[in-house]
């Protein structure tokens, strides 16, 4: 069992950088693939990011592409994500998850992920 709490949304002007973090509790943290889901209002939760459990490997959404980064610092159990270049577009809720399985690399697919924070606001003014 994992319990993740997201924080460092707000409300920023386009163009403006956010970096998001999510602290895990449990001993286990640094045996989850990782990911950043989003979700805007009346649409699907879509994947953002995702990092495997050691770190080395990481996954984007197309649109995310070098201009958002996933990072983690296991002594820390937490996960982060750096958005920068933030457009109107990137306006949701922004959720942290994790995959208990051993993978090597991390899924896209929000339905691979077991445990879920409650989400961060993150919006963009034009």
């Known amino acids: 069992q994992v319990q993740l709490v997201e924080s460092g949304g707000g409300l920023v002007q386009a163009g403006d950088s956010l970096r998001l973090s999510c602290a895990a509790s449990?001993?286990?943290?640094?045996?989850?693939?990782m990911g950043w889901f989003r979700q805007a209002p009346g649409k699907e939760r879509e994947f953002v990011a995702g990092?495997?459990?050691?770190?080395?490997?990481?996954y984007y959404a197309n649109s995310m592409m070098g201009r958002f980064t996933i990072s983690r610092d296991n002594a820390k159990n937490t996960v982060y994500l750096q958005m920068n270049s933030l457009n109107p577009e990137d306006t949701a809720v922004y959720y942290c998850a994790a995959d208990p399985r051993p993978r090597v690399v991390p899924m896209s697919s929000r339905y691979e992920y077991d445990y879920w924070g409650q989400g961060t606001q993150v919006t963009v003014s034009s």
């Open positions: 449990g001993r286990t943290f640094s045996r989850y693939a």
């Open positions: 990092i495997s459990w050691s770190g080395p490997s990481t």
